[in-house]
Nanobody, 119 residues
Framework: QVQLVESGGGLVQAGGSLRLSCAAS????????MGWFRQAPGKEREFVAA????????YYVDSVKGRFTISRDNAKNTVYLQMNSLKPEDTAVYYC????????????WGQGTQVTVSS
């Protein structure tokens, strides 16, 4: 069982930056690939980024490539999402997930953190 808690969301102007964190409970964090997803109002949840168990491989949706960076610190049981050059269309609730593989499925989810980008 893994419990995930996201933090770091907020209100930022277009062009600004935010860093999201997802802290995981338990001693098996390094056994899970981690991913970030987002859900905007009226839209389905979409994949944003994922990182392998070791951190050696990362994956991004095209719309965030070059702007977002996913990373993890297995010693701190935490995965991060550094978001730069934010756009209003990045506004969403961001969720982290944990699963056996970067490509999913994801078995555990956090409660989400709101990111709002104003124009």
């Amino acid at each position: 069982q893994v419990q995930l808690v996201e933090s770091g969301g907020g209100l930022v102007q277009a062009g600004g930056s935010l860093r999201l964190s997802c802290a995981a409970s338990g001693r098996t964090f390094r056994s899970y690939a981690m991913g970030w997803f987002r859900q905007a109002p009226g839209k389905e949840r979409e994949f944003v980024a994922a990182i392998s168990r070791s951190g050696g491989s990362t994956y991004y949706v095209d719309s965030v490539k070059g702007r977002f960076t996913i990373s993890r610190d297995n010693a701190k049981n935490t995965v991060y999402l550094q978001m730069n050059s934010l756009k209003p269309e990045d506004t969403a609730v961001y969720y982290c997930g944990a699963g056996p593989r970067s490509g999913g499925p994801y078995d555990y989810w956090g409660q989400g953190t709101q990111v709002t980008v104003s124009s």
